[in-house]
């Protein structure tokens, strides 16, 4: 059935789609004010990163991560999301700010990053060593870079009726699973309309590249790097790569649930040469968990992830398998510096219509020459996104960018009629920046950074004050920084329980945790 008949199909269901869950989680730095990353621990008062439901930390202690629920609208995730950030602010020193950006602040030199803690457990421990794995492996630099993830799951009525529509003999759990590996195959697909409608870092500090091998920026001035029609260079091959995971043919499939559980289990078994070199231990400490090219599914960097819910004491890809697929991880999306929380209402629309979009448009399995394109897509996107007649790759044969995203559009357009009139406006109003890239998030950035005759460094400095500014001048919502106390309180509580709970020392619990790998 293609696209247009089952939007005919699924218009008297449509208010079933009102049940649909999102939520988000969004990273920056805590940045002294004097520009570089804080070298003073997660504060106290934001409660227990290893343990707090809405505030923690991502590779880094001063990479903090707010992270909502998942909720029933667009409106109430940004308003959790805004009292969450207003809250920060309360908590943060006076001497520091929060990055409004993805690329970092000043970097001076891999050991003014300071590694996540979390704890003397077991369960804290292992956290750690993984991130020093990453510090190892990749770089601390490249690990401060920051973003916004999406996540998104269809209502269970929804699925029912759809399942109904299309294939009522098949088990619903099968028929879920496979609906979300069609859509993620479909976003990894057309994934590059994110970085071009959405992109917002075509520009990084000249500190973030020193001692970085060849790269195509510029020099935008004495202090700044950039690309003239870069979208998104955080998603480009400066950003997070798997290279080496890439190198010895570890690529997550995502032909299905079980090609995709055993691809990333496929890195997790595979030793690698590289990581032995660096060791399992350094005088006696742990420089990373194991020498497998990949030391834990989440090391495997992809713009979309599927997820299941959490089962504690339970590896994610086991609870994946066991239970299926609960929701979508969009993991492409940059922060935006020309907005206050980094995203907004209009984004988080159209986002929900290009997620029913990838879920309705027929996904066919993806060959080895289609991956190929996709990924040489998705580069040319990242750094030369707005170049004139910028021309990708569709099934073997040459279209220009601005041909491929207007037929896309027109079909999110039409899913975006299930999903109300806010969501048509959205869409119609944001595919504008289609055939006109002056609109687009990356373009505005570097015009104002000329504009202001401002590097990228000065430029989103002056944002994060700004923002903070304007925070600290709100009214607070007094019944959610209540809960946030609580949470924080609460967080203390449950990582002394975890610390005093363990029974084995951590190498035991170690060779424990990976011996059913």
Same mark, same amino acid.
């Given at each position: 059935?293609?696209?247009?008949?089952?939007?005919?199909?699924?218009?008297?269901?449509? =208010?079933?789609?009102?049940?649909?869950?999102?939520?988000?989680?969004?990273?920056?730095?805590?940045v002294?004010?004097?520009?570089?990353?804080?070298?003073?621990?997660?504060?106290?008062?934001?409660?227990?990163?290893?343990?707090?439901?809405?505030?923690?930390? $991502?590779?880094?202690?001063?990479?903090?991560?707010?992270?909502?629920?998942?909720?029933?609208?667009?409106?109430?995730?940004?308003?959790?999301?805004?009292?969450?950030?207003? @809250?920060?602010?309360?908590?943060?020193?006076?001497?520091?700010?929060?990055?409004?950006t993805?690329?970092?602040c000043?970097?001076?030199? #891999?050991?003014?990053?300071?590694?996540?803690?979390?704890?003397?457990?077991?369960?804290?421990?292992?956290k750690?060593?993984?991130?020093?794995?990453?510090?190892n492996?990749?770089?601390?630099?490249?690990?401060?870079?920051?973003?916004?993830?999406f996540?998104?799951?269809?209502?269970?009525?929804?699925?029912q009726?759809?399942?109904?529509?299309?294939?009522?003999?098949?088990?619903?759990?099968?028929?879920?699973?496979?609906?979300?590996?069609?859509?993620?195959?479909?976003?990894?697909?057309?994934?590059?309309m994110?970085?071009?409608?959405?992109?917002?870092?075509?520009?990084?500090?000249?500190?973030?590249?020193?001692?970085?091998?060849?790269?195509?920026?510029?020099?935008?001035?004495?202090?700044?790097?950039?690309?003239?029609?870069?979208?998104?260079?955080?998603?480009? $091959?400066?950003?997070?790569?798997?290279?080496? #995971?890439?190198?010895?043919?570890?690529?997550?499939?995502?032909?299905?649930?079980?090609?995709?559980?055993?691809?990333?289990?496929?890195?997790?078994?595979?030793?690698?040469?590289?990581? #032995?070199m660096?060791?399992?231990?350094?005088?006696?400490?742990?420089?990373?968990?194991?020498?497998?090219?990949?030391?834990?599914?989440?090391?495997?960097?992809?713009?979309?992830?599927?997820?299941?819910?959490? #089962?504690?004491?339970?590896?994610?890809?086991?609870?994946?398998?066991?239970?299926?697929?609960?929701?979508?991880?969009?993991?492409?999306?940059?922060?935006?510096?020309?907005?206050?929380?980094?995203?907004?209402?209009?984004?988080v629309?159209?986002?929900?219509?290009?997620?029913?979009?990838?879920?309705?448009?027929?996904?066919?399995?993806?060959?080895?020459?289609?991956?190929?394109?996709? $990924?040489?897509?998705?580069?040319?996107?990242?750094?030369?996104?707005?170049?004139?007649?910028?021309?990708?790759?569709?099934?073997?044969?040459?279209?220009?960018?601005?041909?491929?995203?207007?037929?896309?559009i027109?079909?999110?357009?039409?899913?975006?009629?299930?999903?109300?009139?806010?969501?048509?406006?959205?869409?119609? $109003?944001?595919?504008?920046?289609?055939?006109?890239?002056n609109?687009?998030?990356?373009a505005?950035?570097?015009?104002?950074?000329?504009?202001?005759n401002?590097?990228?460094?000065? @430029?989103?400095?002056?944002?994060?004050?700004?923002?903070?500014?304007?925070?600290?001048?709100?009214?607070?919502?007094?019944?959610?920084?209540?809960?946030?106390?609580?949470?924080?309180?609460?967080?203390?509580?449950?990582?002394?329980?975890?610390? =005093?709970?363990?029974?084995?020392?951590?190498?035991?619990?170690?060779?424990?945790?990976?011996?059913?790998?």
């Amino acid at each position: 059935m293609q696209l247009q008949e089952k939007i005919q199909q699924l218009k008297p269901f449509s =208010a079933l789609l009102k049940g649909n869950l999102m939520g988000l989680e969004k990273e920056g730095l805590r940045v002294s004010r004097k520009g570089g990353i804080s070298q003073v621990p997660h504060p106290h008062t934001l409660g227990c990163a290893l343990t707090h439901p809405n505030i923690t930390t $991502d590779f880094s202690e001063s990479l903090v991560e707010l992270v909502t629920p998942a909720l029933g609208s667009a409106t109430k995730m940004l308003s959790f999301l805004e009292n969450t950030q207003h @809250y920060l602010y309360h908590h943060l020193p006076k001497n520091q700010n929060f990055w409004s950006t993805s690329m970092p602040c000043v970097i001076r030199g #891999e050991t003014t990053i300071p590694i996540a803690q979390y704890g003397t457990s077991n369960q804290g421990m292992m956290k750690t060593i993984y991130r020093q794995g990453l510090a190892n492996r990749y770089g601390s630099v490249m690990q401060t870079i920051a973003g916004i993830h999406f996540n998104y799951s269809f209502s269970h009525e929804f699925w029912q009726q759809y399942q109904i529509l299309l294939t009522p003999t098949e088990t619903l759990r099968s028929f879920i699973d496979n609906g979300y590996m069609g859509l993620i195959r479909n976003i990894v697909r057309y994934g590059w309309m994110i970085p071009y409608l959405f992109g917002a870092s075509p520009a990084v500090c000249k500190s973030f590249l020193k001692g970085y091998h060849a790269h195509s920026l510029v020099e935008f001035n004495d202090s700044t790097l950039y690309e003239p029609y870069a979208t998104s260079l955080r998603m480009g $091959d400066i950003g997070y790569q798997n290279l080496a #995971e890439d190198e010895a043919g570890v690529k997550a499939n995502y032909n299905s649930l079980s090609h995709y559980i055993n691809s990333l289990k496929a890195g997790m078994q595979t030793t690698c040469s590289e990581y #032995e070199m660096i060791g399992l231990k350094r005088h006696g400490k742990y420089q990373q968990l194991n020498t497998n090219i990949l030391q834990i599914e989440n090391e495997y960097y992809a713009s979309v992830r599927p997820k299941p819910l959490v #089962e504690p004491d339970k590896k994610p890809l086991d609870t994946l398998s066991d239970s299926g697929i609960a929701y979508v991880e969009l993991r492409s999306i940059d922060i935006n510096p020309l907005l206050a929380l980094g995203i907004d209402k209009a984004q988080v629309y159209f986002l929900e219509a290009f997620m029913l979009f990838c879920l309705l448009e027929p996904s066919c399995a993806i060959s080895t020459s289609e991956q190929f394109e996709i $990924d040489t897509n998705d580069q040319l996107v990242a750094h030369e996104g707005r170049k004139p007649k910028l021309m990708l790759t569709r099934r073997g044969k040459q279209i220009s960018l601005q041909e491929w995203g207007s037929n896309i559009i027109t079909k999110i357009e039409q899913c975006a009629t299930l999903l109300g009139e806010s969501h048509q406006v959205s869409v119609r $109003d944001i595919a504008r920046r289609i055939n006109n890239p002056n609109l687009t998030p990356s373009a505005i950035t570097l015009f104002q950074m000329k504009e202001r005759n401002q590097g990228f460094f000065d @430029y989103t400095n002056s944002l994060s004050k700004q923002y903070r500014s304007d925070f600290l001048s709100n009214k607070i919502n007094q019944k959610h920084f209540d809960y946030l106390d609580h949470q924080a309180n609460i967080s203390y509580k449950k990582q002394q329980q975890i610390e =005093a709970s363990d029974l084995v020392d951590f190498d035991v619990f170690l060779t424990d945790y990976f011996k059913n790998t």
